[in-house]
């Protein structure tokens, strides 16, 4: 509310801009910070705030081409979050070859291999191809993501595809020993009737790119500010209003920042 009024008084101010498009990312009114992040923009300062702002509106909006070309002008947000945004772009122009090899390029930065192995795996299965999809979880290549309560489940779909659904059923029990929440026992018990579960985790090019940000709010979760990582946790509900894991995060890191009306609102 103050940044607001802030910057109706001195909109020609970058940094009262950036902090208030912070704050409306903070809130989940991505529309609203987009335009402050605009206003930015036409002033020409770059700002990483404002840039991650307006990825989240071009990739709301499917707008791939126009992702593809920040990211290559070094107008995005970081290597990793560009890298595989771009990946995910890819697709979504129809080009699934491209993907796999802008994929590639993020697994050959120091670090990120993980992260890169786990959404080639994502971008596998959301096409169909569930056997590639497995074949990258096999090898133990995404590391601890895997591990998480999101990928066991997207897993045990891509599994049950493929008719393995016995292995799906020892890894819930490996990983979650009862007593369980209730969509994971609602999913074993699906299992061990043999049924073929549709594969839900990411259906499209903009589903990924939520899984991206998401992915990367847990990651920043055990690292960084509470108040840093829920900028990437509101932008992958925005684009991925049904993401669970995304509002419960939000939800959590808001009731850590002592914003219990906030919390209470994603609670519900």
């Known amino acids: 509310e103050y940044y607001g009024r802030a910057v109706a008084f001195d909109p020609g101010n970058p940094q009262l ?9 903070s809130l989940g009114d991505i529309p609203h910070a987009v335009a402050l992040a605009d206003q930015l923009s036409e002033q020409g300062f770059s700002s990483q705030i404002g840039h991650m702002a307006q990825i989240a509106e071009l990739s709301r909006t499917e707008n ?6 920040r990211i ?5 947000i970081g290597p990793l979050v560009d890298g595989l945004v771009a990946a995910w772009s890819e697709p979504g122009r129809g080009d699934m070859s491209a993907a796999l090899i802008e994929f590639d390029k993020v697994a050959e930065e120091n670090g990120l291999a993980a992260f890169a192995a786990y959404h080639r795996a994502m971008a596998l299965a959301s096409v169909g191809d569930f056997e590639g999809a497995e074949a990258i979880f096999e090898t133990g290549n995404a590391g601890s993501m895997q591990l998480t309560r999101r990928a066991v489940m997207a897993r045990s779909e891509i599994l049950s595809q493929i008719d393995r659904q016995d ?10 020993p009862p007593p369980r929440d209730p969509a994971l026992e609602e999913m074993r018990q699906a299992l061990i009737e043999g049924e073929s579960l549709p594969f839900t985790y990411v259906n499209n090019a903009r589903d990924g790119i939520a899984e991206v ?7 920043l ?3 960084a500010n509470d108040d840093f990582t829920l900028l990437y946790s509101r932008i992958a509900e925005y684009l991925r209003p049904d993401h669970v894991g995304a509002i419960l995060l939000s939800a959590n890191l808001l009731e850590n920042l002592g914003q219990h009306d906030l919390a209470v609102a994603a609670y519900k």
């Open 221 to 223: 979760s055990n690292e």
């Open 167 to 176: 292995d799906a059923v020892a890894m819930i029990d490996e990983g979650f």
């Open 72 to 76: 290559e002008g070094r107008t995005a």
């Open 64 to 69: 791939y081409d126009d992702l593809i070309e």
């Open 17 to 25: 801009l950036e902090r208030a498009t912070l704050a409306n990312l």
């Open 213 to 219: 940000f998401y992915t990367l709010a847990g990651a």
